[in-house]
């Protein structure tokens, strides 16, 4: 049975980031874990609600933080699954992590954002395959252009399906 994959769009108050969900035979893996504290909670029932497959990752295609941020009470309900990046997002990631985590409470509330994010490890690798599932790799992409230099692509060739993070916009364009 191929791959599933599910959609999530955030608040608008959350940049209505988009978070995907693949669902496997035994396990699954989400993309983009969403900006604010509310909107992760709102991930973790989505996810509870549509499988019952254990998550074994959290993957951030780039390092804005409405892509990673509120990572933590994903991670806090399912225990198990590990949070990860490329090389070039998790060094982004540091780049920018310690003015981002100070700037954006002052911007959108202290109850809204973690106030320290966690940051995801890095995944050496070029693709990676669900339990179960061997015959659908799931290939990372990148570094490839979006509105950031450091976007990971995630593509599953079976399915023929890409998760594309920010180099396509969802509901709306940047301004910019």
Not at 1 to 28: A, W, Y
Not at 89 to 106: C, G
Not at 128 to 144: A, N, Q, R, T
Request: with cysteine; hydrophobic share 40%.
């Amino acid at each position: 049975m191929p791959l599933q994959t599910h959609i999530h769009i955030s608040s608008e108050k959350g940049l209505s980031s988009i978070t995907t969900l693949i669902v496997g035979s035994k396990s699954s893996v989400l993309i983009d874990a969403p900006f604010l504290i509310p909107d992760a909670k709102s991930v973790v029932q989505w996810i509870k609600d549509t499988t019952s497959v254990p998550l074994k990752a959290v993957f951030a295609t780039h390092h804005h933080p409405d892509h990673f941020f509120s990572a933590n009470p994903i991670l806090e309900a399912f225990p198990k699954a590990r949070f990860l990046a490329a090389p070039y997002v998790r060094a982004a990631i540091d780049r920018e992590y310690e003015e981002k985590v100070k700037y954006w409470p002052e911007v959108m509330g202290k109850e809204m954002v973690p106030e320290k994010p966690r940051k995801p490890d890095v995944f050496e690798h070029s693709f990676f395959v669900l339990d179960g599932d061997e015959g659908s790799p799931i290939c990372l992409l990148g570094p490839v252009q979006g509105d950031s230099v450091d976007q990971t692509l995630f593509w599953l060739p079976t399915e023929k399906t890409v998760i594309c993070g920010d180099v396509i916009y969802a509901r709306s364009t940047h301004v910019w």
